[in-house]
């Protein structure tokens, strides 16, 4: 059997897209935030949309440790705020991160074997994508759960 090349476009990387997000383990809703780049006042844009979403009660952020998440800006935010905490996982833990599980499961569905001519037109179908998860739910049913498994070294 001959093997052939085939030539695979591909961006350069140059432009990004900045996108922070939460997902709401209980009612499986995602609140994201869009921006120049991910930093404290993102960070922040996106908390006040959660607690627009929330408007009462407690609210626990299960995160990574990010600096901006430890940031001056973000700190005196949660002072003011302080319905809201933070609850930070251990270092090099993506498998305990549930949105780490839905930005795999977005660049499945999103970049893998697709190239966009356009920047804009990446973009748009990016945020398509994320304002329309509920599409997905079937899908995400066994993929955004609560059931971790804990790996010890022998």
């Keep these: 059997m001959k093997r052939t090349?085939?030539?695979?476009?591909?961006?350069?990387?140059?432009?990004?897209?900045?996108?922070?997000g939460a997902y709401d383990?209980?009612?499986?809703q995602l609140v994201?935030?869009?921006?120049?780049?991910?930093?404290?006042?993102?960070?922040?844009?996106l908390l006040q949309?959660?607690?627009?979403?929330?408007?009462?009660?407690?609210?626990?952020?299960?995160?990574?440790?990010?600096?901006?998440?430890?940031?001056?800006?973000?700190?005196?935010?949660l002072e003011e705020h302080q319905r809201i905490k933070f609850v930070f996982l251990?270092?090099?833990?993506?498998?305990?991160?549930l949105i780490e599980r839905?930005?795999?499961?977005?660049?499945?569905?999103?970049?893998?074997?697709?190239y966009y001519e356009e920047f804009a037109v990446f973009r748009e179908k990016c945020l398509e994508?994320?304002?329309h998860i509920s599409d997905y739910k079937e899908q995400l049913k066994n993929l955004m759960t609560e059931n971790f498994q804990v790996l010890q070294a022998a």
Aim: glycine share 2%; no cysteine; proline share 5%.
């Design 49 to 77: 949309k959660i607690m627009n979403r929330q408007p009462t009660g407690k609210i626990f952020i299960i995160s990574d440790n990010a600096r901006y998440y430890h940031s001056k800006v973000v700190q005196t935010f």
């Design 129 to 131: 994508f994320l304002q």
């Design 90 to 97: 251990p270092p090099y833990s993506p498998n305990l991160n």
């Design 102 to 114: 839905l930005w795999k499961f977005f660049k499945r569905n999103i970049t893998y074997n697709r």
């Design 32 to 45: 994201f935030h869009e921006d120049v780049s991910v930093n404290a006042q993102s960070t922040i844009a």
């Design 25 to 28: 383990i209980k009612n499986h």
């Design 5 to 20: 090349e085939k030539e695979l476009k591909a961006n350069t990387g140059r432009q990004r897209i900045n996108i922070n």
